[in-house]
């Protein structure tokens, strides 16, 4: 999103989370959800993050680092930073961009993503992430059509290969979750073998709890 007078992205802020440990990326984190998210999970985690009639706000980068830099003594002592989740972040990787320049350089970016992006946004958010956890869901196309309303398993998993090119395997974290009356462990078994094969190296698998 760019604000009408031209002054540079901007980022639908619906939500931050501090002082976060101990859930993912590393050391105290403070969780920056964006609004909007091209996907209808069922179980979504985040319903408050997209659909109509949203409640949030559109920050400049500046403004986002007034609101996180309180917990700037928390980031550098545990190694910590920023997470950006959502709805879908890389949707907005040209804000996430241009707050790394003016962040601290000591903090460390995350993000949460289903990678459902035109892949357009991958280079800028392979420039400005440290680790990506992307939350593939299911690569069998008619399992994640059920579960997310989207026909566009074949495009996340293009996503995902062209991820791994310009970040290398170690930044990834890939999630398959096992999704009650959606999948099997043998369907989240033949996910990760068919990812291994692909270069993924990193898995967080679990069952989605109901
Ligand atoms: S990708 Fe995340 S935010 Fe979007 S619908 Fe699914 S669970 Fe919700």
Redesign the pocket.
């Known amino acids: 999103m760019t604000d009408p007078a031209g002054a540079g992205p901007r980022f639908p802020l619906w939500q931050i989370s501090r002082l976060r440990m101990a859930t993912d990326g590393h050391g105290v984190t403070a969780l920056v959800g964006s609004y909007g998210?091209p996907?209808?999970?069922k179980y979504?985690?985040?319903p408050d993050?997209?659909g109509s009639g949203g409640n949030y706000r559109l920050v400049t980068p500046e403004e986002l680092l007034e609101l996180v830099k309180i917990d700037d003594l928390y980031y550098l002592a545990t190694g910590g930073g920023i997470m950006f989740g959502?709805?879908?972040p890389l949707l907005h990787a040209a804000f996430i961009a241009a707050f790394r320049r003016i962040a601290p350089k000591e903090w460390n970016f995350y993000a949460e993503t289903?990678l459902c992006v035109p892949e357009t946004m991958l280079a800028a958010a392979a420039g400005s992430i440290d680790h990506f956890y992307v939350?593939v869901k299911d690569t069998d196309a008619s399992i994640f059509e059920r579960y997310?309303g989207v026909n566009v398993a074949s495009s996340v998993l293009r996503n995902l290969s062209a991820l791994l090119k310009l970040t290398g395997p170690d930044r990834v974290t890939v999630r398959l979750p096992l999704i009650p009356g959606f999948n099997t462990p043998e369907d989240v078994a033949r996910s990760k073998a068919l990812l291994s094969g692909s270069g993924v190296v990193n898995f967080d698998c679990f069952r989605y709890r109901t």
């Open positions: 998210c996907l209808n999970c979504c985690i985040n993050s997209h959502g709805g879908e289903s939350d997310t």
